[in-house]
């Protein structure tokens, strides 16, 4: 059995994303700016994929730019920021705090929550400000209120971009009642191919552009249009958002059964609100006691693929783990689910765990390693 966990990091094509695809890699190959029948084609696929995506997110087609991932769309966002005062927090993607210089950091508490109040004292004083703050925390799983949040930004005039980049596909977004300027999305966080995103730009907002060299995505995004990858996006978007509820009680389901497993084993603590139903049901931040084993290694070893927040074999942490002050003198480990994960899978990867971390039946409360 191989089991795969780290589906924050990425997730396996849907195969009814890849039959959509395939036509547009096979026979309908034309570049979307030739003005034959063959450029048409692939003109009119890449529309009628904008349009799908503007309806599934209560948006204008016009306000959809097709980008190369998340990264490009946040980068391009941040780009457009032009001077103005960029408030953001310390837990943010790396595509958003090493595009910025010199922000103004919000304070984090230990779960990595913001508070609004702090948010709100700074629009007060006058200052311009663009506002960069993710949905949800993809390793600790901590969620923002946009919806708060981009209202409060609406009151004081400030633009607000949301990476949304690990929400997209997963909740619903609708950009009529959600007051955002940006927000982005990367198709292989949902099942989409990789190499393929949008950025939501609302009409009337400056969008500074990234990449010269072409006239593609209305000026706005050169380059030649990633047609297939365009349509996978698409499609995986639109089974996201149809089968949005089946995957959300599926998932959140085989969470809670980790969850209440791990719960058993001594000295296992949960980062943020990770282990709860206010965080992100994709992920799972847990801390396990010090083994003096590399555990990430130990799980591969045994057909289970997760990720780390932190390397503690080289006493670095991420930023994030810094940010909340996590314990650096435990192992974290992220899991994270999708709808192809089964009961089976998380039952094996307990067992695997129980195995390594026990309770003596003469030593209560002390662990026991075995391997």
């Known amino acids: 059995m191989k089991i795969y966990l780290d589906n924050a990091a990425t997730t396996q094509l849907d195969p009814e994303v890849f039959s959509a695809m395939t036509p547009y890699l096979l026979e309908h190959y034309g570049n979307a700016s030739s003005h034959h029948?063959?450029?048409?084609?692939?003109?009119?696929?890449?529309?009628?994929?904008?349009?799908?995506?503007?309806?599934?997110?209560?948006?204008?087609?016009?306000?959809?730019?097709?980008?190369?991932?998340?990264?490009?769309?946040?980068n391009t966002a941040l780009l457009s920021a032009e001077g103005r005062r960029v408030i953001t927090t310390p837990l943010e993607h790396h595509a958003v705090l090493h595009a910025l210089n010199k922000p103004h950091y919000l304070s984090v508490n230990n779960k990595g929550e913001i508070d609004l109040a702090e948010l709100e004292l700074l629009l007060s004083d006058g200052v311009p400000s663009f506002v960069s703050i993710m949905h949800a925390n993809n390793e600790i799983g901590v969620v923002n209120d946009i919806e708060v949040i981009g209202k409060l930004c609406e009151s004081y005039g400030a633009i607000f971009h949301s990476?949304?980049?690990?929400?997209?596909?997963?909740?619903?977004?609708?950009?009529?009642?959600?007051?955002?300027?940006?927000?982005?999305?990367s198709a292989h966080k949902f099942h989409g191919p990789k190499g393929v995103g949008f950025l939501y730009c609302r009409k009337g907002t400056n969008l500074s552009q990234l990449l010269h060299g072409g006239s593609q995505e209305r000026k706005l995004r050169a380059g030649t249009e990633n047609i297939a990858g365009i349509i996978g996006l698409a499609k995986a978007f639109e089974i996201a958002c149809r089968d949005i509820d089946e995957h959300t009680h599926h998932i959140q389901n085989l969470k809670?059964?980790?969850?209440?497993?791990?719960?058993?084993l001594p000295g296992i603590t949960f980062n943020s609100t990770s282990a709860t139903e206010d965080s992100l049901y994709t992920v799972l931040s847990v801390n396990f006691p010090p083994t003096g084993i590399d555990l990430l290694a130990l799980l591969d070893q045994n057909n289970i693929s997760v990720s780390g927040g932190s390397a503690c074999s080289?006493?670095?942490?991420?930023?994030?783990?810094?940010?909340?002050?996590?314990d650096r003198s435990k192992?974290?480990?992220r899991f994270s689910?999708?709808?192809?994960?089964?009961?089976?899978?998380?039952?094996?990867t307990a067992d695997i765990l129980y195995n390594l971390f026990k309770v003596t039946n003469n030593k209560i409360g002390e662990v026991e390693y075995s391997v």
């Open 256 to 264: 809670s059964r980790l969850v209440e497993k791990l719960e058993t």
């Open 314 to 326: 080289t006493g670095s942490a991420s930023h994030v783990l810094q940010a909340i002050k996590s």
């Open 163 to 185: 990476d949304t980049v690990q929400t997209i596909g997963h909740y619903r977004h609708d950009l009529q009642n959600l007051k955002a300027h940006y927000i982005t999305c």
């Open 37 to 74: 029948a063959h450029g048409r084609e692939a003109k009119q696929a890449i529309e009628e994929a904008r349009n799908t995506i503007a309806s599934l997110i209560n948006a204008d087609p016009s306000e959809i730019i097709f980008t190369g991932g998340g990264t490009e769309a946040d």
């Open 331 to 333: 192992d974290t480990v």
């Open 337 to 348: 689910f999708s709808k192809f994960n089964t009961v089976e899978e998380i039952d094996y």
